[in-house]
C-alpha cells in the first residue's frame, strides 16, 4: 500500500505582515490628507502658494521629487501644508507630501514613494501658517 506524502508548505507570514503594513500605512496616511484650499482660502495669517509641476518620472520605494516655491513673507522653519491642487489624494496614489520652509520666502515640497510608482505631475498648493 502506497500512502501520499504531501508536505504542505507553510503560510508565508512574513509576505502577509509586509504587504499588510503598506496597506495599514498607506490608509493611515490617506486618513491624515489635508485639503489645502485655493489661493483665495488664504488670510493674514496663511500665506499661499502653488508650485510648478512636481513629479512625472519613476521612483522606486522611498525615492523622491522636490519642487520649490516663493512665499513671501514666510520665514525657515515655519510649519507648512502642501496638497495635489487638483484635489487628488496623494497618499492613495502610493505618495506621501511633506512640505518645508527651507529658506525665508521659499518653501520645499516632497513627494516620497511609499511604492514604485510615476506620480503625475501635478501643481501642489502650499499653505504656511504665521
Sequence with gaps: METNTKQLRPFPWSSFVYYLCIVIFVLWLARWH??????????????????????????????????????SGALQGTPCRAAASDGTNIAALGMSVDCQITANGTATVTLVAIVVLTPPAKTYNVRVSQ
Design 34 to 71: 489635508d485639503d489645502v484650499r485655493a489661493q483665495n482660502n488664504c488670510s493674514s495669517v496663511t500665506l499661499c502658494a502653488t508650485t510648478g509641476n512636481i513629479g512625472g518620472g519613476l521612483l522606486a520605494i522611498g525615492g523622491s521629487a522636490t519642487g520649490t516655491v516663493s512665499v
